[in-house]
């Protein structure tokens, strides 16, 4: 069985479908990772094939500030992380705006070469992410089978008449717009529904008039299989039709830390000290007074150290530290860190409630401190607290004395509720939920 895995040129979604291509190809598949250039180091590492193919035209290699970009992704980049400053509503209706030039980009290019890139390898069928929209709308068109997987929260795929792709289903009490907000963001997302499935229907009709039509495009998935990155939470919406696969996360066994990190590691939890992770992944490294915030009240409130993630801000961070008076030795600032292999070391992190975040903290069965800004975000972090999996502050209004009291908290709660949730999905994960597809899909 040839199974060819397509993916938008973003490391966030990337390495998870990496890592359900691998599990596919554990389980006999012959696989290849469709996605632009920069991630075939990726492919080769999962023991994938590789194929070169671009379904957008903005991209993120693992520091979205230092990811080359035409001039009008990278200026539409400021202008997300600069409203992300503003608060929820104007982050969410930032991307509303930038939707449909991001997420249907060039559909008759894609159709186009996923029809050659068919044509010449002739796979079984196709896992698509469910982001990306134009190599959907291509399988669609093309009538070639395909499974879905959706990389973050499952209401991604909206499910009923009031669900609109761009409007958290849920908020957690301590990041909510006003009502005049909220109003604003869901006119918004509405007429984003309407327009972007309206291109999808001039799409059809100009390659392939006798598909259906979907009634919402932004709810277009595999009526065969949809994969969530997520648990099964028993509070969420009732998806749409057809088979949803809940793999409750998509990591892999922790891989050992090199030499460099067991060094840092050791370091830092001399004496027995707790570490602390301080990451917001690969878009919001860019708030830099939010990672610094958050480091300097762990570092102030309690005994624990700290490692942060800062993108392309270590600079800023480091100096920002130095200056509050940051104990050097309970400290380690680094551009990227193996967050993966780092868990296993960690006793709680604060993250920007993403789901890759999310979902290997459930998997590592670390509590973690949610500060989110945009996206799915804010639905994630109120499954996190409503699941006693951590706890959610706004990252707008945070200071180092809230960040460091809620850390306190969760260093001290051991970690019980997030290994109660972790022994659910033990039979779960990456080859459970592969195993599922290729019985699916045969």
């Not at 993108?311 to 600032?333: F, K, N, Y």
């Not at 868990?343 to 999310?358: D, E, P, R, Y």
Request: proline content about 9%; glycine content about 4%; hydrophobic content about 45%.
């Amino acid at each position: 069985m040839h199974v060819v895995v397509i993916s938008p040129p973003f490391a966030s979604h990337a390495a998870p479908l990496a890592v359900l291509g691998a599990a596919l190809h554990h389980h006999g598949a012959r696989v290849d990772l469709a996605c632009t250039r920069p991630f075939a180091p990726l492919a080769a590492q999962a023991g994938l094939g590789f194929l070169d193919l671009s379904v957008t035209r903005n991209a993120n290699h693992g520091i979205a500030e230092r990811t080359r970009q035409d001039p009008e992704e990278e200026a539409r980049l400021r202008e997300f992380l600069a409203a992300t400053a503003d608060g929820p509503a104007a982050a969410l209706l930032t991307q509303a705006a930038h939707r449909r030039a991001d997420m249907l980009a060039e559909p008759d290019r894609v159709l186009a070469d996923v029809r050659d890139l068919h044509q010449r390898l002739r796979p079984d069928w196709y896992l698509v992410d469910q982001l990306a929209y134009s190599a959907t709308l291509a399988l669609h068109c093309l009538d070639l089978p395909y499974a879905t997987f959706c990389p973050g929260h499952p209401t991604y795929v909206p499910a009923g008449p009031d669900a609109y792709f761009g409007l958290p289903y849920a908020w957690p009490d301590t990041v909510r717009p006003t009502p005049r907000d909220l109003a604003r963001l869901t006119r918004a997302v509405a007429e984003n529904d309407r327009a972007f499935t309206a291109a999808f229907h001039r799409v059809i009709e100009r390659h392939a008039p006798h598909r259906p039509r979907p009634e919402r495009a932004f709810a277009l998935t595999s009526s065969r299989a949809v994969v969530h990155n997520y648990p099964d939470l028993p509070w969420l919406p009732a998806a749409p039709a057809g088979t949803a696969i809940h793999c409750g996360h998509c990591t892999p066994d922790p891989p050992p830390l090199d030499d460099h990190w067991t060094t840092v590691v050791d370091r830092l939890t001399a004496d027995g000290r707790p570490l602390v992770l301080v990451a917001l992944g690969t878009f919001l490294s860019a708030r830099h007074d939010v990672l610094a915030t958050a480091a300097a009240g762990v570092l102030e409130h309690t005994s624990a150290a700290v490692i942060v993630a800062a993108g392309d801000r270590v600079r800023e961070v480091s100096a920002a530290l130095t200056a509050s008076g940051a104990p050097a030795d309970r400290l380690h600032v680094a551009p990227r860190i193996p967050q993966h292999a780092l868990l296993s070391k960690a006793s709680a992190m604060v993250h920007h409630a993403g789901n890759n975040s999310f979902t290997e903290c459930l998997a590592a069965g670390v509590p973690a401190l949610a500060l989110p800004f945009s996206s799915d975000q804010f639905a994630i972090a109120h499954d996190l607290e409503r699941a006693a999996l951590g706890l959610c502050l706004d990252p707008n209004t945070l200071t180092p004395a809230a960040a460091g009291t809620a850390v306190a908290r969760l260093l001290a709660d051991n970690g019980a509720a997030s290994e109660a949730v972790r022994e659910e999905l033990h039979l779960r994960g990456p080859r459970w939920a592969a195993a599922q597809l290729m019985h699916l899909m045969a």
